[in-house]
């Protein structure tokens, strides 16, 4: 029954900078790993961030150092910071998220492909461009 909104997107000119938001319903995101997709023009979906429950990131090498995942759990919501954009960001940014822990009781980190999620929001789209 957890469903996820993705909201936060818009048209930015490069340099700029957005934040998303990916919030939950249904369930409590503590105990969840939440993922960050993006998808461009006429091509396959790509991990940009993920957040395991327990707190602990990854970031993709084409985003380090620009965007920044985190989580407010009061909120039920995790963020995607995103500044100095680039035109090649552009695209349907969709947020992800599954159990964060394996069959054993131990947590589980977060992983940067899509085939480790469960549940999808529908996306929202960023635009890049001058």
């Given amino acids: 029954q957890l469903q996820l909104v993705e909201s936060g997107g818009g048209s930015v000119q490069p340099g700029g ?3 998303l938001s990916c919030v ?3 369930v409590t ?3 969840f790993n939440i993922g960050w997709f993006r998808q461009a023009p ?3 979906r790509e991990g940009v961030s993920c957040i395991s429950s327990y707190d ?3 970031n993709a090498d084409s985003v380090k150092g620009r965007f920044t995942i985190f989580r407010d ?3 039920n919501t995790v963020y995607l910071q995103m500044n100095s954009l680039k035109p090649e960001d552009t695209g349907v940014y969709y947020c992800a998220a599954e159990w964060g822990f394996a069959a054993t009781g131990i947590v589980r980190a977060c ?3 899509e085939y480790a999620y469960d549940y999808w929001g529908q996306g929202t789209q960023v635009t890049v461009s001058s």
Avoid: V
């Fill in 17 to 19: 900078s957005l934040r």
């Fill in 24 to 26: 939950a319903s249904g």
């Fill in 29 to 31: 995101l503590d105990n």
């Fill in 42 to 44: 006429g091509k396959e």
């Fill in 56 to 58: 602990t990131s990854i």
């Fill in 73 to 75: 759990n009061a909120k």
């Fill in 111 to 113: 992983k940067m492909t």
